[in-house]
């Protein structure tokens, strides 16, 4: 995985992991692999995906099974789909109305792209 400097490597990983969930590749109440599963796949520190367990276990997308692991939370998806919207509402929304602004576009522009 190529990590980028903008963004807290543990939040990348929880990117990855939230992909993954919304693909379908983990289902609800689905086992997802272990700490060291994903470090040894990512090559990270299993520390650094403790850490991403924990974020996505505070936002309740995943949930923890004492002595059995970690598990995707029901409705996972509709979660992290809406935490997705509005990070994009609060973070980059403004940069990209801002950076129109500047260079003179219109969302008539926009959508002369989009088509």
């Given at each position: 995985m190529d990590f980028k400097k903008q963004k807290p490597i543990y939040?990348?990983?929880a990117d990855t992991l939230c992909e993954r969930i919304m693909t379908g590749q983990w289902g609800d109440d689905e086992r997802i692999p272990s700490?060291?599963?994903v470090a040894a796949e990512l090559g990270v520190n299993p520390n650094t995906v403790m850490r991403t367990y924990e974020y996505l276990q505070t936002a309740e997308v995943?949930?923890?099974r004492r002595g059995?692991?970690?598990f995707v939370a029901p409705k996972a998806s509709e979660?992290?789909?809406k935490l997705h919207r509005q990070d994009f509402?609060?973070?980059e929304l403004p940069?990209?109305?801002q950076r129109m602004n500047?260079?003179?576009l219109t969302w008539e522009d926009l959508m002369q792209v989009t088509k």
């Open positions: 939040l990348q990983i700490v060291r599963d995943i949930y923890n059995v692991g970690y979660l992290i789909l509402m609060h973070d940069y990209i109305v500047m260079l003179g």
